[in-house]
């Protein structure tokens, strides 16, 4: 016979939470066996026989007799298969049945059918709940075991251990009671969605990559990617990494979805390549010299200039004295781009006053310039640099014209 689990009625006593669905022996039945045993003794205590019964009385043929026991035994039949009929239709019904079927689902990897189940909305970022994306997990829900039901008033609360690879988890589901009834007797019950998971992937690394994730699409990924900061999923493993390219390397993580309701990280961390290191060195000195080509008193975006009074400058040339160092090293992923020693620049302009007086223009001091900043991301065109501009003190004027 089948262990019970206990659940509770609607003023928290518990129930079985599981019910052994064969018909116990009837007791009708044992009634009349005795009841035809006790009528046969006492018979032949008294020693009558047929032919001995009071005269005129009427006498009762086999064949009759044979119908009155047939008669009984079909009825007593008919009460244990509606007793039995009852049983298992109570069975059927009880709120845990609908915590299996989802579950059931869930473990056959079926959690389309899962999320149909309970009405779960889903849109394109969704992209970890299909049954491919479930199939390709390197873990997923195993087994699962209903170890009590809880009954209060129209809400029905059952709770289940659930197997994911070798670890498990309890979870508790809330159903609701509805108004019409099945087969006439019978409660019908509601699984209410249960709260997802999300996974969120940290990229801990230069922007310009692909996720990739088993099981979805490129496409999908890439018109999700701004919603990496949290996929719903399943419980399970999801393995995540990025797609090959030359410029860092990344090695894959496993985003572990433990249950239900939870948030749960996979983060990315990036190795610069040589190829890569090459790359940003190449973007850290386009900046460089793009600066010292400017041909403004001010170069945008470059953090060092010049100002003037009393005159207007044209014709301005820059020119480095001394290149600035830098050092491009790796904080967890980060690329950061940090000042060595600081470049010095020259520059040249020509100089009109207010009367038209015109001539040459120079700074009196060299102007500092310093590079610091962060390799951005790896594009189509390579590394794109992003300058921290600190230096917001501009050096006096550059000497009057002569």
Known sequence: ??????????????????????????????????????????????????????????????????????????????????????????????????????????????????????????DASDVLLTDDAYAAASERVTAYRITKTTLAGKLAKVTASISLGTESFTQDFTLERGAAKSGLFFDTWSLKAPELSTLVIDEAMPGGAEIRIPGVSAEALHDAASELEGLRAFPGVYEVSIEDNEWFEVQPVDGVVAGFGGVATATLTATLTAAGHTEAERAVNAYIDGCAASTELVPAGCGFGLRTEGYTASDIRWSLDARPVVAIEDHNGVLAVTGVTPGYLSMTCTGTKPDGTVGLCTNVEPVEFSVNGYILRFGDAGAEFLPNLLQSLLPEEPGAPA
Request: glycine letters at 14%; charged letters at 15%; aromatic letters at 2%.
């Open 1 to 122: 016979m089948r262990g019970f689990d206990m659940q509770h009625d609607d003023e928290g006593h518990e129930l079985p939470g599981e019910s052994t669905l064969g018909p116990a022996p009837s007791e009708s039945a044992q009634g009349g066996s005795t009841q035809g045993e006790s009528t046969q003794s006492e018979s032949t205590q008294s020693g009558s026989t047929p032919s001995e019964s009071a005269p005129g009385g009427n006498r009762l043929g086999r064949g009759g007799l044979v119908a009155i026991i047939a008669a009984a035994t079909v009825s007593v039949l008919a009460f244990a298969a509606v007793g039995v009929g009852v049983s298992v239709g109570a069975a059927l019904h009880r709120p845990q049945v609908q915590v299996e079927r989802y579950l059931d689902a869930v473990r056959a990897g079926h959690i389309e059918d899962a999320l149909a189940m309970t009405r779960t909305q889903v």
